[in-house]
């Protein structure tokens, strides 16, 4: 079945660069895309970029000049960094699916990025 | 890009009573809508798809309807377990965005 599992380092320093890692099961990232969301403590849901099944990426516009999204396929890995974080990224951050339903049906257990020195 | 009003932002309801949560788009976007629940400390969970198409596995007391660009979630018959934050979700073009969000208690 389709899985997805975020992982990254829980706090990083104010001005400092965000990695995260999305590891997938149950579909090819060379079929379906991966994208992700976050969620600031307490508030909505923010859609912040994607890596099609091409290898074509799509970023949040307020994002885009501090954001990248890459993968390996033959470790069914997605990784997003963010560089220059400020307070404001303090948010969990989801990775999910976009499969042959063509909506975000299977997602992540999120993981709590903390902006903070 | 697109812009999602959802309303009401709070709702309170009693067991078996029947609850509306609209979205509203600032433009056409067809039915490239969704609706999402997500309960404390997980994942949104997908419940309606393509406007009115119920997801697998999604009890039928929910129901998903559309009138031009006003989008509307029903709960038939509001459950214990219906409580959570619900949040619209439009695709028909990048970025995707979402609703505000609506969270649902029970009285």
């Known amino acids: 079945q389709v899985q997805l599992k975020e992982s990254g380092p829980g706090l990083v320093q104010p001005s400092q660069t965000l990695s995260l890692t999305c590891t997938v099961s149950?579909?090819?990232?060379?079929?379906?895309?991966v994208h992700w969301v976050r969620q600031p403590p307490g508030k909505g849901l923010e859609w912040v970029g994607a890596i099609w099944s091409g290898g074509s990426t799509d970023y949040n516009s307020a994002l885009k000049s501090r954001l990248s999204i890459s993968r390996d396929t033959s470790k069914s890995q997605v990784f997003l960094k963010m560089n220059s974080l400020q307070t404001e990224d303090t948010a969990i951050y989801f990775c999910?699916?976009?499969?042959?339903?063509?909506?975000?049906?299977?997602w992540g257990q999120g993981t709590l990025v903390t902006v903070s020195s | 890009d697109i812009q999602m009003t959802q309303s009401p932002a709070s709702l309170s309801a009693s067991l078996e009573e029947i609850v509306t949560i609209t979205c509203q788009a600032s433009?056409?976007?067809?039915?490239?809508l969704a609706w999402y629940q997500q309960k404390p400390g997980k994942s949104p969970q997908l419940l309606i798809h393509?406007?009115?198409s119920l997801a697998d596995g999604i009890p039928s007391r929910f129901s998903g309807s559309r009138s031009g660009t006003q989008y509307s979630l029903k709960i038939s018959r509001l459950q214990v377990e219906d409580t959570g934050i619900y949040y619209c979700l439009q695709r028909y073009s990048n970025p995707p965005t979402f609703g505000g969000g609506t969270k649902l208690e029970l009285k």
């Open positions: 999910t699916e976009l499969g042959g339903t063509n909506w975000f049906a299977y």
């Open positions: 393509s406007a009115t």
């Open positions: 433009q056409d976007i067809g039915n490239w």
């Open positions: 149950g579909f090819s990232l060379t079929s379906n895309s």
